[in-house]
């Protein structure tokens, strides 16, 4: 997905949390695996209108671009995810 989302920022607000990078990476696991009860990597939750519309731990981008076509307004969009191990 990283590799794709560049590609519609002029379509979505899109916001993505590599939280394993920062200082409250306990804090942040522990909130979305308790809260939003998912153990998995990336987890990703789409909003439209401030309202939970979606929420996944991966979407291809042909999906994405069709969730996308299907709003009249510009979508807000978050990702929580640990980054790759890449550099």
Same mark, same amino acid.
């Given at each position: %997905?990283?590799?794709?989302?560049?590609? #519609?920022?002029?379509?979505?607000?899109? /916001?993505?949390?590599e939280?394993?990078?920062?200082?409250? /990476?306990?804090?942040? %696991?522990? /909130?979305?695996?308790?809260? #939003?009860?998912?153990?998995?990597?990336?987890?990703?939750?789409?909003?439209?209108?401030?309202?939970?519309?979606?929420?996944?731990?991966?979407?291809?981008?042909?999906? /994405?671009?069709?969730?996308?076509?299907?709003?009249?307004?510009?979508?807000?969009?978050?990702?929580?995810?640990?980054?790759?191990?890449?550099?």
């Amino acid at each position: %997905m990283a590799a794709y989302l560049p590609d #519609f920022v002029d379509q979505a607000a899109i /916001f993505t949390v590599e939280y394993n990078r920062l200082p409250d /990476f306990e804090r942040i %696991m522990s /909130f979305k695996e308790d809260v #939003f009860k998912n153990r998995q990597v990336p987890y990703v939750r789409f909003y439209r209108d401030g309202k939970l519309v979606r929420h996944s731990n991966w979407l291809p981008r042909g999906s /994405f671009s069709d969730m996308l076509g299907a709003r009249s307004r510009r979508t807000p969009w978050l990702s929580l995810g640990r980054a790759s191990t890449r550099a």
